[in-house]
């Protein structure tokens, strides 16, 4: 049985620039940041000092623009979705989920697959973003080693 590789031996699969904006971006910015790049499913959402400290996933941003459309008891917010709203991240980001190199890919998919995403931040030591492990990148690796 094969060992399960770390997130440092598939680093090459890590998009390097991952999307990110500060807890007091107004919706507006973390929309833009989301469209900059057509992968992207998750900005990530950092302090002051650049420490991640929450994630704003497409479908967070979904039910915040089509709250009306979406039952009550599957909309979770901090604040009013009333429009017009000043939303910032910080009022509609999930707590932080991420993992670091050292850990391994099992690691990934698990916190992947218990929080509903499709792609989980790589942070360093001090919780900065240094990459994004996508599942696109992920299929591809997978397809690639099978020699589809």
């Known amino acids: 049985m094969s060992s399960v590789p770390t997130v440092e031996e598939v680093m090459d699969l ?4 991952a999307s990110t904006v500060r807890e007091d971006a107004p919706l507006e910015d973390v929309l833009r940041e989301m469209l900059r790049d057509p992968r992207t499913q998750s900005v990530y959402v950092v302090d002051p000092e650049g420490r991640l400290v929450g994630i704003v996933t497409m479908d967070m941003a ?3 623009l089509y709250s009306e459309f979406i039952p009550p008891r599957y909309l979770q917010f901090n604040v009013s979705l ?3 709203s000043n939303a910032r991240a910080k009022d509609i980001m999930l707590p932080p989920v991420y993992v670091k190199r050292s850990e391994s890919i099992e ?3 698990v916190r992947m697959f218990e929080n509903h995403l499709t792609e989980i931040p790589v942070v360093d ?4 973003v240094v990459g994004d492990l996508h ?3 992920l299929i591809a690796k997978k ?3 099978e020699g589809s």
Request: charged share 35%; no cysteine.
């Open 14 to 17: 890590v998009t390097k620039t």
């Open 62 to 64: 979904l039910k915040y």
């Open 82 to 84: 009333m429009e017009g």
């Open 107 to 109: 690691d990934a998919f």
């Open 125 to 128: 030591e001090e919780m900065h």
């Open 135 to 137: 599942g696109i990148e």
């Open 143 to 145: 397809l690639k080693s």
